[in-house]
């Protein structure tokens, strides 16, 4: 997912090593796409606006590494796959041009949000990153609901998970999923570790997948999602499409740019029900992510 920000920042990494130069990663691949400078480090971390006219200091820096957070999962639900009609690039600059909501955010809404989020990281409070992550998401589609042309990425599927991972939480009495959404239908996940076979089975209940179209990293959990039930009372949360997902796929808080001695596969392998054990697919952390419109 998100091809433009691990390319570009691998491709700025590349430069870097074989020109052996001095620059920053993360402030180059920035000339690339705005999101590829999140990449070069890994864990969490925070893309500063900056201040100099030229822009170079908008890059950014790494708030706590992927070891940090070991509990902290992600999933990507693949919505669908075709091109969306209206860039990032060219959505951020329309919603920053006309939408009233954009001020407002700017000046007050993500400057204490991203108080509040850090204070969450630090202390491992998935409860309060949830309700933050799920705002933020929530903000982005009122964002492009208001901006002129209207942008519409979300999809009736997309809605749909919403309402789903609103709705477990409140059987469940606390943030124990959450969604998150950028320029685009796909939904990205946070859960906790000890929750993801359950809440997956919930998802599948909802969205029934073939077993083939779950890409995992973490093989372990894949048994523990085989044996996993939905629980009675959340079988039937909501009203949705019953359709499949393109793909589920599993990450934990991924690592930032290393560099391969020779060919094969980096650090983690993703494991497929139902593919050849041994079979591994490219795997991108996907966890720590800001949205363009924060």
Not at 39 to 63: E, I, L, M, N, R
Not at 140 to 150: D, G, K, V, Y
Not at 234 to 253: I, N, Y
Request: charged share 20%; with cysteine; net charge positive.
């Amino acid at each position: 997912m998100a091809s433009s920000a691990s390319g570009f920042c691998a491709l700025a990494a590349a430069l870097v090593r074989v020109f052996k130069s001095t620059a920053n990663v993360s402030m180059l691949a920035r000339l690339g796409s705005g999101s590829a400078c999140r990449s070069a480090f890994g864990g969490f971390v925070v893309w500063h606006k900056g201040v100099k006219p030229d822009g170079s200091d908008s890059v950014a820096t790494q708030f706590a590494d992927e070891n940090h957070w070991p509990e902290m999962q992600v999933l990507c639900a693949v919505l669908q796959g075709e091109k969306k009609d209206t860039p990032s690039t060219t959505g951020m600059q329309r919603s920053l041009r006309t939408s009233p909501l954009m001020p407002e955010r700017i000046a007050t809404t993500v400057p204490e949000r991203m108080r509040v989020v850090s204070e969450a990281i630090k202390a491992r409070d998935f409860s309060t990153f949830a309700e933050i992550a799920m705002r933020e998401s929530d903000d982005l589609q009122e964002i492009c609901a208001t901006s002129q042309p209207r942008i519409q990425y979300a999809t009736e599927e997309s809605y749909a998970m919403m309402r789903l991972v609103k709705a477990y939480n409140a059987k469940k009495g606390r943030p124990t999923l959450a969604y998150t959404f950028d320029a685009g239908a796909n939904c990205f996940l946070f859960v906790l570790k000890r929750n993801l076979p359950e809440a997956v089975a919930v998802l599948m209940q909802h969205f029934p997948t073939p077993r083939g179209r779950l890409c995992f990293n973490d093989a372990a959990l894949l048994q523990e999602i085989e044996r996993a039930v939905a629980p009675s009372d959340c079988r039937d949360l909501v009203d949705c499409p019953k359709g499949p997902f393109v793909m589920l796929l599993q990450s934990p808080v991924g690592a930032g740019v290393r560099y391969l001695a020779g060919v094969g596969v980096p650090h983690s392998r993703a494991w497929g029900v139902g593919a050849p054990r041994g079979e591994s697919k490219g795997q991108k952390g996907m966890a720590g992510r800001r949205n363009r419109y924060a």
